[in-house]
């Protein structure tokens, strides 16, 4: 399946005549210019930080499978947060102008992944917001703001036109304080498509101890970045699109949540950025991860009742037509082998950065 990206149609005229005819507040403003910060290391070093506390937070409440962004959460809580926290601890201490600035450079990075974001309030909360505030929300996260009822046809209409269809539906709380809702989706095109031939069904063994038959990506001889420690076995594959690349671990005892809540900033950047190159014998379940879910729980003075986000990962063979990776006669061997057929975690990863941008758990397959 050939990656899609979905970018915000900033620009698009979204007039909720449904809403009592309120419109996009961002609608004729020119945005910000943010100015991109080149402290790339320190800024990686913060959103690390962010990202495990992040799914701490979110591995201790959830209960089943998992799906959450990362990086939207930061555009969110950058986007939305009150102005007066200058040196948000959720990002090691760093100074708000200049996470602001260089998460602006991260964002304008991000060639062939986008997504759409809004910011939502009561129609008479319209005058509440100064024309700099709704420039800064453009500039900084590419952020639409309406003054409007959320009613389920409105909101559908938005996330139908700002993500070109991807999605055609989204929840929220119809009342209550402001709502950041923002999508994604993201399809993984592998650097080395698997073929039909590399499809085949494996026993998943569930978290609950049920197990399923289901389709699985293999590869007799794959070469990829292997992990491996006290804790986890895992393996890091690239994408298509050089930037983006693909991490999964699978627990060597315990479950993927206790993992999660125990894995800090340190160790997610070595399994981001570590391991080594080898010729694996390797399975991965076919797996497409969907979910909507309000985050504002795990993300404090954030300044919205509600952070909403609707999120769509899948794992695929990578290509629309079969190909055949190997040639006949290969002499290559693989050195060990790694079926992920128990829960695992795994992450889409921007390479240029280091960072994780989705976050997904599997503890039932089905």
């Known amino acids: 399946m050939k990656f899609r990206c979905f970018a915000a149609a900033l620009s698009a005229a979204i007039l909720l005549t449904a809403c009592g005819g309120s419109a996009e507040l961002t609608k004729h403003v020119k945005p910000l210019d943010i100015t991109p910060i080149d402290g790339t290391q320190g800024f990686c070093d913060a959103q690390m930080q962010f990202t495990a506390s992040l799914l701490q937070k979110a591995a201790e409440k959830s209960d089943g499978n998992l799906l959450i962004s990362p990086y939207l959460a930061a555009s969110a809580w950058l986007t939305a947060a009150d102005e007066s926290i200058q040196n948000p601890e959720l990002f090691g201490g760093m100074a708000r102008a200049e996470l602001n600035g260089s998460f602006v450079k991260w964002r304008n990075s991000q060639t062939a992944f986008q997504a759409a974001q809004s910011l939502w309030t009561a129609p008479e909360q319209r005058g509440s ?33 700002a ?26 095109s592998w650097d080395k498509p698997y073929s039909d031939n590399e499809v085949s069904n494996v026993l998943f063994y569930n978290a609950d101890g049920s197990q399923k038959s289901l389709p699985f990506l293999c590869k007799d001889a794959d070469t990829a970045i292997y992990l491996e420690d006290d804790t986890v076995r895992g393996i890091r594959r690239s994408c298509k699109e050089t930037q983006y690349a693909f991490l999964i671990l699978m627990p060597k005892s315990g479950s ?15 399994y981001v950025r570590g391991g080594y190159e080898r010729t694996i014998r390797t399975g991965i379940p076919k797996y497409t991860a969907e979910d909507t879910q309000d985050i504002a729980a795990l993300l404090p003075d954030a300044g919205c009742e509600q952070i909403v986000q609707c999120l769509r990962t899948e794992i695929g063979q990578g290509t629309e037509t079969a190909s055949y990776s190997l040639s006949l006669g290969s002499s290559e061997k693989a050195d060990t082998q790694i ?28």
């Open 256 to 270: 993927v949540s206790d993992l999660l809540q125990n894995m800090t900033a340190e160790q997610l950047t070595d």
């Open 339 to 366: 079926m992920f057929d128990h829960p695992f975690a795994f992450f889409v990863l921007d390479r240029y950065y280091g960072l994780p941008l989705f976050v997904g758990t599997v503890e039932q397959l089905s």
């Open 129 to 161: 917001f100064s024309s700099d505030y709704l420039r800064f929300c453009l500039g900084l996260s590419g952020t639409q703001v309406f003054a409007a009822e959320r009613s389920p046809e409105a909101l559908n209409q938005w996330v139908t036109d």
């Open 163 to 188: 993500t070109g269809g991807a999605f055609t539906e989204i929840t929220a709380a119809q009342d209550g304080g402001k709502a950041m809702l923002s999508a994604a989706a993201y399809s993984l």
